[in-house]
């Protein structure tokens, strides 16, 4: 999956995604369905939204997909409870953010690259969980011939992250210039929605962050 999802994701530059708050990374605990913490301070955080009919696709039978990412990772990777009302749910991923992520060797650097351009290297083990992530929640809509529900237009590629509103304004930068940089490097379409289009599986200090690719 990593190869194909670089067809539609350019690499960015000067490691936008290292500026504080981009991840989410904040203090503060969320609980998952076990009532664990999930996690703590000094650590990133990413909060991704999956719809609820593409879940099992992350979860897997028994829990074997999100436990290989966790695995492969070195992440922590939970999906919190369902919230009446919403059609998504709410993925957490977490790790230390100074915890480096797995090396690609070579050949798997080449895969990923399609031998034409430097893989994509994350920052940290969270950075790499939140691709694989995403590589699962959209896997049948690129190779499935899968519409998405959230779109009319059939080719798009969207993800959607709860940042909280105190880390916005790192998305956004001063009078929008970071934003707009990512969508010049990425080629996405990437807003921050108005506070009417939150889930209702986010919470109140939210905000929504939106990426489209088409």
């Given at each position: 999956?990593?190869?194909?999802?670089?067809?539609?994701?350019?690499?960015?530059?000067?490691?936008?995604?290292?500026?504080?708050?981009?991840?989410?990374?904040?203090?503060?605990?969320?609980?998952?369905?076990?009532?664990?913490?999930?996690?703590?301070?000094?650590?990133?955080?990413?909060?991704?939204?999956?719809?609820?009919?593409?879940?099992?696709?992350?979860?897997?039978?028994?829990?074997?997909?999100?436990?290989?990412?966790?695995?492969?990772?070195?992440?922590?990777?939970?999906?919190?409870?369902?919230?009446?009302?919403?059609?998504?749910?709410?993925?957490?991923?977490?790790?230390?953010?100074?915890?480096?992520?797995?090396?690609?060797?070579?050949?798997?650097?080449?895969?990923?690259?399609?031998?034409?351009?430097?893989?994509?290297?994350?920052?940290?083990?969270?950075?790499?969980?939140?691709?694989?992530?995403?590589?699962?929640?959209?896997?049948?809509?690129?190779?499935?011939?899968?519409?998405?529900?959230?779109?009319?237009?059939?080719n798009a590629v969207t993800a959607r992250l709860l940042v909280p509103n105190n880390m916005?304004?790192?998305?956004?930068?001063?009078?929008?210039?970071?934003?707009?940089?990512?969508?010049?490097?990425?080629?996405?379409?990437?807003?921050?929605?108005?506070?009417?289009?939150?889930?209702?599986?986010?919470?109140?200090?939210?905000?929504?962050?939106?990426?489209?690719?088409?």
């Amino acid at each position: 999956m990593d190869g194909n999802r670089r067809k539609y994701f350019k690499k960015p530059g000067n490691n936008l995604f290292k500026r504080k708050g981009v991840s989410s990374s904040r203090k503060g605990k969320w609980s998952d369905s076990h009532g664990e913490e999930c996690s703590g301070d000094g650590d990133t955080v990413y909060r991704i939204l999956c719809p609820s009919r593409k879940i099992g696709g992350v979860i897997g039978k028994g829990g074997n997909i999100v436990k290989a990412l966790r695995e492969e990772t070195q992440s922590k990777i939970t999906v919190a409870d369902s919230v009446q009302g919403s059609d998504e749910r709410v993925i957490i991923i977490y790790s230390s953010s100074d915890k480096p992520p797995r090396k690609m060797d070579c050949d798997e650097g080449l895969a990923a690259g399609n031998g034409q351009q430097e893989a994509f290297e994350p920052h940290c083990a969270a950075q790499d969980a939140l691709l694989k992530v995403h590589d699962r929640i959209v896997e049948e809509d690129l190779f499935g011939g899968m519409a998405s529900d959230d779109d009319n237009d059939n080719n798009a590629v969207t993800a959607r992250l709860l940042v909280p509103n105190n880390m916005v304004g790192c998305v956004l930068g001063k009078r929008g210039d970071v934003i707009q940089r990512l969508r010049s490097e990425t080629g996405a379409n990437i807003r921050v929605l108005p506070a009417d289009h939150l889930p209702s599986c986010a919470m109140d200090t939210d905000e929504l962050v939106q990426g489209k690719m088409f």
